[in-house]
Structure formats: C-alpha cells, structure tokens
C-alpha cells in the first residue's frame, strides 16, 4: 500500500491521505476546490470555477499516484444544489472527453468548507 502526497493539489484537511494505492488501483479522497497551496479563495466563487479547480486537483492527485484521467474507472459527485449538475456534467464531460468512467451523483446538504461539488475517483494504475 502506497499513501499519495502531491504538492500539486491541496493537503488532506483531516486524517487522510489525498489517495491510497493498493493492489494497482487507486483510491482518491474527494477533491473540494482548494487551490494546491490550501487557499480558499475560490470557495466564494460559483461552481464552474471551482469544478474547473476540483477536476484540476483530481488530475494531479491522479499522476501523482502513477495513475491519470483515462484511467478512472468510477467516479463520485457530490453537489451541495442538484440546480448546479448541469454546470458539473457539461465541465466533468470536457475534462474526461471520450472516456466515460461509471458515475455516481449525489446531492448532499453541505460539504466540507462549504464547497459547491466534491469529486473523488477509483483508477487503474
């Protein structure tokens, strides 16, 4: 088991690893839009720049774990507004193109920091 930390994406904001490598898959903890150096500047912004900064963390946590985009096989949402999964969808589809990992979408009451979206994966190293 290997644990991943990147200076490319935000430190874990708890007792977790950014994501866990075991058995060539990769388990990523949900990514809020932190900026890498834990900034919470976009977390006042609305959803699309602070989607664009998750997908950006989630890459970097990726290759940092041997792993990349194109290699995620399930994904989570999760949305503190469901009016928001337009917005999401449209951006999640730009950032994966043609590779289509299985999804999930949930609507939650709140997030850490109050984010808008959270976003982890599983991949394939």
Excluded: W
Aim: a negative charge; one cysteine or more.
């Amino acid at each position: 088991m290997k644990l991943t930390q990147t200076e490319k994406a935000p430190s874990a904001i708890g007792p977790y690893s950014q994501a866990v490598v075991v058995n060539g898959m990769v388990y990523t903890s949900g990514q809020i839009a932190l900026l890498p150096d834990g900034s919470e500047d976009l977390l006042k912004d609305g959803v699309a720049p602070q989607t664009k900064q998750v997908l950006e963390n989630l890459k970097a946590v990726l290759e940092a774990s041997g792993s990349s985009m194109d290699k995620v096989i399930k994904t989570t949402i999760f949305l503190s507004c469901m009016d928001d999964f337009t917005t999401v969808n449209g951006m999640y589809a730009e950032a994966f193109g043609e590779h289509k990992p299985a999804r999930s979408t949930v609507a939650v009451k709140t997030l850490p920091k109050n984010a808008l979206v959270e976003i982890d994966a599983i991949a394939i190293v």
